[in-house]
T-cell receptor, first 114, second 115 residues
Framework: DAGVTQSPTHLIKTRGQQVTLRCSPK?????VSWYQQALGQGPQFIFQ???????QRGNFPDRFSGHQFPNYSSELNVNALLLGDSALYLC?????????????FGPGTRLTVL | GESVGLHLPTLSVQEGDNSIINCAYS??????FIWYKQESGKGPQFIID?????DKRQGQRVTVLLNKTVKHLSLQIAATQPGDSAVYFC??????????????FGTGTLLAVQP
């Protein structure tokens, strides 16, 4: 049973560019959450997708957007990249059952903005 | 130690000793708590969880204690091994209105196991 997978593993972009990160949830999971983890800090919640809709959003600008597909996989898009967007982007999946579910994380995508 | 800038609090223990990692959480309305282990270059790995209606839960070599009065969590690791070396994060689930399953993470503690 595959766990949460993310692609690509690493990515280098320049300021102003756009990036798309991808996530496949753990088998049986229908909810995907995205987090940003800066170096030396804990993950910060970006948003969560369930039933192909954004269910909740953290304190991130509109440059950060996402999508969830019918197979529950998800994409995170970041437009107009800034140097401060350099971070590890983590995807976590869970199974929606009355909000009582553990989130399991993927290995992350390391984004470097030059 | 205390966290300053990018420096994580660090706990250094000898192999075979017991480790205790502490965490203060932020909101008394949080109803679910999780400990994650994160090794260098990897995503957080689930260790153990506890719900707010409990004050103790045990797993294999790990125990989580919850003190809701002072909003404090601890993770105890028995017979610490070199493979336990990692950064440990506590996370609370924001269960108040409109906060559906969002996790709020603490600063993290670096556990360094000396052979």
């Amino acid at each position: 049973d595959a766990g949460v997978t993310q692609s690509p593993t690493h990515l280098i972009k320049t300021r102003g560019q756009q990036v798309t990160l991808r996530c496949s949830p753990k088998s049986g999971h229908d909810t995907v959450s995205w987090y940003q983890q800066a170096l030396g800090q804990g993950p910060q919640f970006i948003f969560q997708y369930y039933e192909e809709e954004e269910r909740q959003r953290g304190n991130f600008p509109d440059r950060f957007s996402g999508h969830q597909f019918p197979n529950y996989s998800s994409e995170l898009n970041v437009n107009a990249l800034l140097l401060g967007d350099s971070a590890l982007y983590l995807c976590a999946s869970s199974e929606d059952r009355g909000r009582s579910d553990t989130q399991y994380f993927g290995p992350g995508t390391r984004l470097t903005v030059l | 130690g205390e966290s300053v800038g990018l420096h994580l609090p660090t706990l250094s223990v000898q192999e075979g000793d017991n480790s205790i990692i502490n965490c203060a959480y932020s909101n008394s309305a949080s109803d679910y708590f999780i400990w994650y282990k994160q090794e260098s270059g990897k995503g957080p790995q689930f260790i153990i969880d506890i719900r707010s209606n409990m004050d103790k839960r045990q797993g294999q070599r790990v125990t989580v204690l919850l003190n809701k009065t002072v909003k404090h969590l601890s993770l105890q690791i028995a017979a610490t091994q070199p493979g336990d070396s990692a950064v440990y994060f506590c996370a609370e689930r924001a269960s108040w209105a409109g906060a559906t399953n969002k996790l709020i993470f603490g600063t993290g503690t670096l556990l360094a196991v000396q052979p």
